[in-house]
C-alpha cells in the first residue's frame, strides 16, 4: 500500500542540500 | 556546580534511565529485545539514528572546532544526504525483504559463512574498541575541568547504560533516545541564548555573525581542490559520502536502529528524517561555537583551556608570566576597539585582525612553552572550549542541564553501540556456531548477558585508555582502515550479481591487507594520505580484486555449477 511518492522524496532533499550549499556559498563570499 | 546543578544532572539522568526500562519491562522475546517487535515509527527511527550518531564528543569538540577553525567542517555533512537516498533505494528494501536481524547476516546469503564471518569480526573489533572511547572522551574532559574522578565517570556513564540496554534492549534504546535527543536540542538552543546573553549591551546576534566573518570565521565553503586539503565541498561531496554509506549502510550500529521499523516506508521516512536534519544540526552546533568565539572576544578567555591537565605551576614560571602580559594586553585594545563596533562603523577592522592574529600567536607561544618543559602535556585544547564557556557563564540549573546533555549524548551513542555488538555476537556467532537450537529464552539471557558483557568491555577501555595515548589514536584510526574493506564487499554484493563467495573473501582480504599497507606507509611517512582516503580506495580495490577474481581464477566453476 505504500504510495510515497520516493523519486520526489530523494529529489527534493538533495534540492534541499543544493540551496543550503547556494547559501554557504552567499554567506562565505560576503566577507 | 552547586546542588542545584546536581539536582538537575541527576534527575535528568535518572529519569531516562528509569523510564527506558519501565516501558520494556514486559519485553520477552528475541526478536523484540535485538529489533524491539518491529513497532518503530520514522520519527523514532530518525531521532534514533541521529542519537546513535552523535555523542558527546560531538557537542564538546563541535563548536571548539569552529572556535578554532571556523565554520567549514559542515562541508563533511555535504555527502550524507545523497548516501541516505542510496541506502534507501538500493541497501533497505534487499534487508527487509529477507528480515536480517544484522547486515552481515545477509552477506552469508548473497555469499557465504565465510564473507559473513570476517565482515561481522571487523565491525565487533573497531566498534567494540570504539564503545570505549565513546565513554572515555567526555569522562577525560568533565573530570578535568570539574575536577571528577575520572574512573568514577567512565564506570557512571557506562553503567547507567547497561542498564537499561540489557533489561529493554533495542527497543529501550530507541525510546530513551528520543528523550536524549530532546534534551540534547533543548539545552542547546538554552545555551546559544545564554551565549548572545553574554555580549555587550550594544553587541547582538547579527553584529556578532559580522564579526566573526570579519575574523575569518564564517568561511563555511572552501572551493579548494587540493585533496590534502581535509575540509572542502569537494571531500565532503565524495570522502563524506563514502564515508556515511559505510556507517549508515554498514554498520551493525545504525542498521539495527532502522531495522525496527514498522514497515519499509517508515524506516525510509527515518532515513529521509536525517537527510534533511543532519547538516542543519550541525550548523547550528557550529554557530554555538561561533558565538563563543564572539563572546571571547569581550570576555578574556584564558590563555588555554586545559590549564588543569598540566602539573607546571602556570602562575610562579617567568617566562609564561610573560607571555600571559602581553596576551593581556593584545586583548584589552581588541576589546576596546571591538566595543564601538556597529555593522555601519567598521572602522579599525585591519587593526582588529592584526590584534587578533597577534593573540593566537602568543596562545600558541604558551602552549610551546608548557609543551617544552611538561611531557604529558596534550596543546590541543579545543574540546574545553565549549564546557568552559559554559561552567563560567551559564546561570545555576543550566550548568546541570548542560551536563545532561553530554552526558546524554555520551549515552546515547554508547548504547547503540552496545546494543549492536550484542546482536551481532548473537545472530552471527552465537547462534550461528555456539548453540543452534531454538530455545528462545536461552537465547534472550544469552543476549541479555552479551550486552553487559560489552558494556563491561567498554568500561574497561574507557579506564585504561588514559593510559596510553597511543590506544585512542588506534581505536580513532581503525574504524576507517576497515569501512573501506566492508563497503566494498557489500557494493559487490548490491551491484555485482556474478560476483560469488569465493572470489568476494579473498578480495575482502586483498583491499584489507592493501589498506592496512597503505597505512604504514602513511605512518613512516613515505606517502601521504588522508584517513577519508582509505575508505574510498579500500572499497575500490575489494570491488576490482572480487570482479577480476571471478571472472578469471574461478570462472570454470561457476559454468560447472549450472
Redesign the interface.
Known amino acids: 500500500k505504500?504510495k510515497?511518492n520516493?523519486k520526489a522524496?530523494?529529489w527534493g532533499?538533495?534540492l534541499?542540500?543544493g540551496v543550503?550549499?547556494f547559501i554557504?556559498?552567499l554567506?562565505?563570499n560576503?566577507? | 556546580m552547586g546542588w542545584i546543578d546536581w539536582v538537575v544532572l541527576l534527575f535528568t539522568l535518572i529519569s531516562i534511565v528509569a523510564y527506558g526500562s519501565w516501558r520494556t519491562r514486559k519485553n520477552n522475546n528475541l526478536e523484540g529485545f535485538l529489533k524491539g517487535n518491529n513497532s518503530e515509527n520514522w520519527s523514532t527511527i530518525g531521532l534514533s539514528i541521529m542519537a546513535t550518531q552523535a555523542s558527546a564528543i560531538t557537542f564538546l569538540s563541535t563548536p571548539g572546532q569552529a572556535y578554532e577553525s571556523g565554520m567549514g567542517f559542515i562541508q563533511f555533512y555535504f555527502g550524507l544526504p545523497l548516501a541516505m537516498i542510496l541506502i534507501s533505494v538500493f541497501f533497505l528494501p534487499i534487508y527487509y525483504r529477507l528480515k536480517v536481524y544484522t547486515a552481515y547476516e545477509y552477506l552469508e546469503q548473497r555469499f557465504d559463512v565465510k564473507v559473513r564471518s570476517f565482515t561481522a569480526l571487523l565491525f565487533l573489533i573497531s566498534r567494540g574498541l570504539a564503545a570505549g572511547i565513546t565513554i572515555y572522551a567526555p569522562a577525560i574532559i568533565l573530570s578535568s575541568l570539574l575536577d571528577w574522578n575520572l574512573h568514577l565517570t567512565c564506570v557512571g556513564i557506562g553503567g547507567l547504560v547497561i542498564f537499561y540496554t540489557v533489561s529493554g534492549g533495542s527497543r529501550a534504546v530507541s525510546l530513551t533516545q528520543k528523550w536524549q535527543m530532546g534534551i540534547i536540542m533543548g539545552g542547546m538552543f538554552l545555551a546559544f541564548y545564554y551565549v548572545i546573553q553574554s555580549f555587550p549591551e550594544q553587541i547582538g546576534f547579527s553584529e556578532g555573525i559580522d564579526i566573526a566573518g570579519n575574523l575569518g570565521k564564517m568561511e563555511i565553503i572552501n572551493l579548494d581542490i587540493d585533496p590534502g586539503n581535509r575540509y572542502t565541498l569537494w571531500s565532503g561531496l565524495t570522502g563524506g559520502l563514502f564515508l556515511f554509506l559505510s556507517y549508515f549502510g554498514t554498520d551493525q550500529s545504525q542498521v539495527q536502529r532502522y531495522l525496527g521499523g514498522k514497515t519499509l516506508k517508515e524506516s525510509r521516512m527515518g532515513l529521509m528524517f536525517n537527510g534533511i536534519m543532519k547538516i542543519p544540526m550541525q550548523f547550528f552546533i557550529l554557530l554555538v561555537g561561533i558565538m563563543v568565539y564572539v563572546s571571547f572576544q569581550f570576555n578574556k578567555p584564558p590563555i588555554i583551556f586545559n590549564q588543569s591537565t598540566t602539573n607546571i605551576e602556570l602562575q610562579s614560571d617567568t617566562e609564561l608570566i610573560d607571555i600571559e602580559k602581553q596576551y593581556n594586553a593584545v586583548f584589552t585594545e581588541k576589546e576596546a576597539l571591538l566595543s564601538s563596533w556597529t555593522e555601519q562603523n567598521e572602522s579599525g577592522v585591519e587593526r582588529v585582525q592584526t590584534l587578533q592574529f597577534q593573540q593566537d600567536s602568543l596562545r600558541a607561544n604558551y602552549k610551546e612553552v608548557i609543551e617544552s618543559k611538561d611531557d604529558g602535556y596534550q596543546s590541543k585544547d579545543s574540546d574545553y572550549i565549549f564546557l568552559t564557556f559554559v561552567l563560567n557563564f551559564l546561570p545555576a540549573g543550566l550548568i546541570g542541564l548542560l551536563l545532561a546533555v553530554i552526558f546524554s549524548a555520551a549515552m546515547s551513542s554508547t548504547a547503540g553501540e552496545l546494543n549492536a555488538l550484542a546482536s551481532t555476537t548473537t545472530i552471527d556467532f552465537y547462534k550461528k556456531f555456539v548453540s543452534k537450537s531454538d530455545d528462545e529464552k536461552k537465547d534472550l539471557r544469552v543476549s541479555k548477558l552479551l550486552t553487559a558483557a560489552w558494556g563491561v568491555l567498554a568500561i574497561g577501555i574507557a579506564l585504561i585508555a588514559g593510559l596510553f595515548e597511543n590506544l585512542i589514536q588506534l581505536v580513532n584510526i581503525l574504524g576507517s582502515l576497515f569501512y573501506g574493506t566492508i563497503l566494498g564487499v557489500f557494493l559487490l554484493a548490491f551491484f555485482f550479481k556474478f560476483v560469488r563467495g569465493k572470489a568476494a573473501f579473498i578480495g575482502a582480504i586483498i583491499g584489507q591487507v592493501l589498506v592496512l599497507t597503505l597505512h604504514f606507509l602513511t605512518v613512516v611517512k613515505i606517502v601521504e594520505l588522508g584517513f577519508l582516503w582509505y575508505n574510498i580506495i579500500g572499497s575500490f580495490i575489494v570491488i576490482l580484486s572480487g570482479v577480476f577474481l571471478q571472472s578469471t581464477v574461478f570462472k570454470q566453476k561457476v559454468n560447472s555449477n549450472k
Do not use: G, K, N, V
Open positions: 505504500d510515497t520516493w522524496w530523494y532533499l538533495m534541499f542540500l543550503q550549499i554557504y556559498i554567506i562565505t560576503s566577507y
